[in-house]
């Protein structure tokens, strides 16, 4: 209050941060009507009023947290933020004060439900939720979780009335949406990053457009598989695909095993048949050219040539053959054709005892 006690002082309670009540007036006139009515009726009134006004003015200070924001409304309508530390606002009913925890990481289950964290762990199957239509046409059966926080504290609070419902929806719209374009081989093998990754990016579109103000930080699929009524079929299609790689495999290692052998083989051919090329071009060359030599000698000196030529096949022949000398004194008592060599008679020789 001011020295002359009818008017309330609101300077002191204005900040750097803060804007001037709208309802400034309307409180004045309140204190102004309670002053009156307790003028004369109980001792020390001023200071009583003095004490309540002190306490109403301390209940305006507030501290935001490190991991908060504070979002300051005046009769029910957003004004202003403040960040973490102590702060002061006009005191209740004039302006109140949120505090959404910004950096607090806030979890979404798609599919599925927590009962006991464990360990172990428990878990319920929401098939509702769970099954979806793939690209294809066929059932997959897909649990989720989706990690968001605030990013606009505002908009957080404002735009959208039950942010985990909205969250929740959006979630189950975009995964339907991504699954629906992709076929069940692939979302159940090597697709589940690219499923990630689409429906955090169309899950963040959908968000900003209802101005949700939240940060989708992760979407992870937990546990994707077909449904227990085929889970058997779809086991023995994977088990005859693991098959075909396998031979597929065996057989590649079989090709790379053999073509390297047979093309050493066949080179290995066609290296000995040059070499036999070569070897018989070389003798016959060779040959043609003794005989070419042999002839230019033949020409100059026939019989000398003739008389070398015999003497030289019998030096080639006569080693090989078995030869009989016979004096001719004795050879007329010998038959000349009898083969002494390997008949019954040489053998009979060579066996008597003397």
Known sequence: MNAKGDKLDWEQFKGTDHQEPEGLQQVEDAFREFKQKVKGKIPGGWVILA???VLWAASGIYIVAPDEMGVVKRFGRYVYMT????HFHIPYPVETVLKPKVTEVKRIEIGFRTIDPGPPARYRSVPKESLMLTGDENIVDM?????YRVKDPVNYL??????PKTVKDATEAAIREVVGKNNIDEILTTGKYKVQQDTKKLLQRILDKYKAGIMVVAVQLQDVHPPEQVMQAFKDVASAKEDKIKYINEAQGYRNDVIPKAKGQAEK???EAQAYL????ARAEGDA???LQIYEQYKTAQDITKKRLYIEAMEAILPHVKKVIVDPKIG?????????????LSDTVKTKKP
């Open 51 to 53: 004490i309540l006004l």
């Open 83 to 86: 960040k973490p530390g102590p």
């Open 143 to 147: 649990d989720l979780i989706v990690q």
């Open 158 to 163: 404002f735009e959208v009335y039950n942010i």
């Open 269 to 271: 051919i066609l290296n």
């Open 278 to 281: 070569k070897s018989k071009v």
């Open 289 to 291: 050219s003794r005989f």
């Open 332 to 344: 007329k008592k010998i038959l000349p054709l009898l083969p002494l060599e390997g008949s019954v």
